[in-house]
């Protein structure tokens, strides 16, 4: 039996800097899998590959230990929130009302 392989990608970025690395995986590899397998750990050492947050096209993976990734698919790796978003929308708004009563 041959084993059939494909072709995917796993993308992590910083402000400064971003890789999208191209690597062909079995069929029946995890988002897990590929993101280790990815070799992208030589190029950005800080990310913990065993627990960082993953997503397939900007969409979250909860159990990237379950997820069977298809052909084509782009894993996205994610990097902790600075700031919470809803906050610092809250925040931009007070200070954009507080400019206009001004």
């Known amino acids: 039996m041959v084993d059939k392989t494909m072709m995917v990608e796993v993308a992590y970025a910083l402000p400064h800097k971003q890789k999208i690395l191209s690597l062909t995986v079995s069929e029946g590899t995890t988002v897990r899998q590929a993101v280790m397998a990815s070799g992208i750990n030589e190029h950005f050492p800080e990310v913990d ?36 978003p809803k906050e610092v929308r809250k925040q931009r708004a007070a200070k954009n009302k507080a400019a206009k009563e001004t």
């Open 49 to 84: 590959l065993q627990s960082c947050p993953v997503g397939i096209f900007g969409k979250a993976v909860p159990k990237p230990d379950e997820r069977r990734i298809n052909s084509g698919e782009r894993v996205e790796i994610y990097r902790p929130l600075i700031a919470d």
